[in-house]
């Protein structure tokens, strides 16, 4: 999730947007992110607000979970990880 995939992934999840009540979007694979990437779930997020629909985050990589608190972002989201909860 980086500068150069940002604008890609966001295509694909506004489209999902338009389409269901809630998202749940799978961060365990995600090896790089960035503020562009960061940029993008706060957008996310921004955009589900806007519309009564949940966002959640699925699993955050050690690489997500370190920018979210980094930028102190991690409890402006909903995060659910597998065993814990």
């Known amino acids: 999730m980086t500068v150069y995939?940002?604008?890609?992934?966001?295509?694909?999840?506004?489209?999902?947007?338009?389409?269901?009540?809630?998202?749940?979007?799978?961060?365990?694979?995600?090896?790089?992110?960035?503020t562009a990437g960061l940029q993008l779930l706060v957008s996310l997020k921004h955009q589900y607000a806007a519309v009564d629909n949940g966002l959640c985050l699925n699993n955050p990589a050690d690489v997500v979970r370190d920018a979210?608190?980094?930028?102190?972002?991690t409890d402006d989201f909903e995060l659910h990880e597998a065993g814990r909860d």
Do not use: H, N, P
């Not at 890609?8 to 960035?34: F, G, N, T």
């Not at 979210?68 to 972002?73: K, T, V």
């Open 5 to 34: 995939t940002a604008g890609q992934y966001r295509d694909i999840l506004l489209k999902k947007l338009a389409r269901s009540q809630r998202m749940e979007v799978d961060l365990s694979d995600v090896d790089e992110i960035d």
């Open 68 to 73: 979210l608190e980094l930028a102190q972002l």
